[in-house]
Nanobody, 127 residues
């Protein structure tokens, strides 16, 4: 059973940046398709970014240009760099991993596509 652990969340002001990290406990994360999701209070969990093992990347349209997903294969981490943060970015952020391959990139934006989830890290952006 893979275990994912997110870190890097916190309380920041609008316009600041944060980098979230996701660490795996067993396999190297480069072997997984990875996704970042977020859930704001009272809202459904939504996809933020995803990356296939081959490096294909997807972003939620409203976040592209401010958020960036990447891998550090040497450190076995997956990052979510978040810039120009806004109060509406306030949410619990989750990383997720899957060993399955999907030919349709949009499948990586679905919660059912992932086998493993982290516990989440809180990001709070004050205005």
């Amino acid at each position: 059973q893979e275990q994912l652990v997110e870190s890097g969340g916190g309380l920041v002001q609008a316009g600041d940046s944060l980098r979230l990290s996701c660490a795996g406990s067993r396999r190297e994360l480069r072997n997984y398709g990875m996704g970042w999701f977020r859930q704001a209070p009272g809202k459904e969990r939504e996809p933020v970014a995803a990356m296939t093992t081959g490096g294909t990347i997807w972003y939620a349209g409203s976040l592209e240009g401010r958020f960036r997903i990447s891998r550090d294969k040497d450190k076995n981490l997956v990052y979510l760099q978040m810039n120009s943060l806004k109060p509406e970015d306030t949410a619990v952020y989750y990383c997720a991993a899957t060993l399955r391959y999907y030919s349709d990139m949009s499948d990586y934006t679905r919660m059912w596509a992932y086998d493993y989830w982290g516990q989440g890290t809180q990001v709070t952006v004050s205005s």
